[in-house]
T-cell receptor, first 113, second 114 residues
């Protein structure tokens, strides 16, 4: 079965520092991986996705994610965090059999000024 | 921002009432989804649709029902609301481009059943 794991419930980082939000996946076949962000009282917003090609994927708001096949990871990164990046972040993988997205449990990112 | 709308944004209602949560999108997407989001964050797929007259149950059992009479509209109905239905409900849609499809989410409806 396809699944993703987000091992950290919360990540704290100081403004201006680099941030990483971790995600590992388990799929049969080629993984199609996504990152979404949820700001307070809002729906999820698409950040970026990996389907094929370059392992480093660039997305919205300065975020990027690195696909690592050997480590089965798809960590979300940003070189310099902003307080406004504070939100919930969800990693997801597409289930090839059903076309559904399987979401991780989410990671709360808190950026302190 | 994607063109997908949910109403109401917030709803407080008494036990036993029938409610319908509205979801509409103007992007012409074939696929639509309903998720239930726990207070602790996790998302659970409760219904989805591949197009008009198509509805499927998701991974999480739900007492709600859905209909898809028009492409742009995917309402969710609870015949008799209970406190256990208190949650946030997120609607999403995606276009049918296989691996390239990305789900776009509405702002959500936060439901409280007293």
């Amino acid at each position: 079965a396809q699944s993703v794991a987000q091992p950290e419930d919360q990540v704290n980082v100081a403004e201006g520092n680099p941030l990483t939000v971790k995600c590992t996946y388990s799929v049969s076949g080629n993984p199609y991986l996504f990152w979404y962000v949820q700001y307070p009282n809002r729906g999820l917003q698409f950040l970026l996705k990996y389907i094929t090609g370059d392992n480093l994927v660039k997305g919205s708001y300065g975020f990027e994610a690195e696909f690592n096949k050997s480590q089965t990871s798809f960590h979300l990164k940003k070189p310099s965090a902003l307080v406004s990046d504070s939100a919930l972040y969800f990693c997801a993988v597409r289930d090839h059999n059903t076309d559904k997205l399987i979401f991780g449990t989410g990671t709360r990112l808190q950026v302190f000024p | 921002e994607a063109d997908i709308y949910q109403t109401p944004r917030y709803l407080v209602i008494g036990t036993g009432k029938k409610i319908t949560l509205e979801c509409s999108q103007t992007m012409g997407h074939d696929k639509m989804y309903w998720y239930q989001q726990d207070p602790g964050m996790e998302l659970h797929l409760i219904h989805y649709s591949y197009g008009v007259n198509s509805t499927e149950k998701g991974d999480l059992s739900s007492e709600s029902t859905v209909s898809r009479i028009r492409t742009e509209h995917f309402p969710l109905t609870l015949e008799s609301a209970r406190p256990s239905h208190t949650s946030q409900y997120l609607c999403a849609s995606s276009d049918d481009w296989g691996a390239l499809d990305t789900q776009y989410f509405g702002p959500g409806t936060r439901l409280t059943v007293l």
